[in-house]
């Protein structure tokens, strides 16, 4: 694995983190997005990153400061990505706009270039055709609080290069990450297959009326020793997320059970604005929810 110079594509919610990271880990960084606007914001959430790396990872300033020079800011695509060796894409999590993005891509990147695509529940082959380069792309997936929860699942499809995939394993653990490859395609990847129906078997003991939301929590956390119960997790994520998923779900199989969930979610969470950490408020209240307290498991 030679690679020097990694360009990120999209600075939402995981694209700044992974670009930072990688800074951090001494790569050349640059990071694209729509507009200059659009950058304006990324940059002023790398302050918040230099905070979180100083508590978290004890960073240094001297640290700091060379990951800042490491990196580099541009909305024009060619120019973006006219030395990159890797690609990291984080666009929506939408099959279009993904689509659109790589027909662009394709016309200006260089040869060399590997992509990969950070989604989390789309998977590479419906987008290998649209890259121009199938055999140099594969999926490259995060979790959020990166330097934190520091996995990065890594996924081929059918006609992906092996020495590709290889490359790519190691450029994972270069910027600290635990790599874990993947053998075959899987919708959701290994996280989310785990995740996604523990997520869903709470809300339906909920829904159910089985149990409330602090003692379906409770009961995982104290039997499991998980530091979070399925609704706090819920509420880190993002209810939007689990609705969109839910949705979906109710549509393909019109389950009863899932479509009771969907409403329960948009006439409680998604209408009231209770969407979790980032409003303040989803299944609990923040900054201090309930299941931080010392005697929660009392």
């Known amino acids: 694995m030679n690679y020097k110079n990694v360009t990120i594509a ?3 919610v995981l694209g700044y983190q992974i670009a930072f990271q990688t800074a951090f880990h001494g790569f050349n960084v640059t990071v694209y997005d729509i507009n200059d606007a659009v950058l304006e914001k990324a940059k002023a959430k790398f302050n918040t990153m ?4 100083k508590k978290d990872l004890s960073a240094t300033q001297e640290q700091l400061d060379k990951t800042r020079q490491n990196l580099s800011y541009t909305s024009n695509l060619a120019e973006a990505v006219k030395n990159a060796d890797l690609l990291i894409e984080a666009v929506p999590e939408n099959p279009k706009i993904k689509i659109e993005f790589y027909n662009k891509l394709a016309k200006v990147a260089p040869e060399k270039t590997v992509f990969a695509t950070n989604s989390s529940t789309l998977l590479p082959s419906q987008f290998a055709e649209a890259t121009g380069r199938p055999n140099k792309f594969l999926a490259l997936h995060f979790a959020n609080t990166i330097w934190i929860h520091n996995t990065a699942e890594i996924m081929g499809h059918a006609t992906t290069d092996p020495k590709v995939f290889k490359d790519v394993v190691a450029f994972a653990k270069a910027i600290g990450m635990l790599a874990l490859p993947l053998h075959k395609e899987q919708p959701g990847y290994i996280l989310n297959s785990l995740l996604v129906p523990l997520l869903s ?17 409770k009961t995982w956390m104290k039997a499991t ?5 399925p609704f706090a997790i819920l509420d880190v994520v993002g209810i939007t997320t689990a609705y969109n998923i839910d949705k979906i779900a109710a549509e393909k199989t019109n389950d009863p059970l899932k479509i009771k969930t969907v409403k329960y979610l948009k006439e409680n969470f998604i209408d009231k604005n209770r969407l979790g950490v980032s409003t ?3 299944f609990y209240k923040y900054p201090d929810p309930a299941y931080k307290a010392l005697d929660f498991l009392k």
């Open 10 to 12: 999209g600075s939402g």
């Open 50 to 53: 230099c905070e979180a790396f």
């Open 201 to 217: 078997a709470a809300t339906n003991l909920l829904v159910n009326e089985v149990a409330d939301v602090q003692t379906i929590d």
């Open 225 to 229: 020793g998980a530091p979070l119960g």
């Open 280 to 282: 303040g408020e989803g």
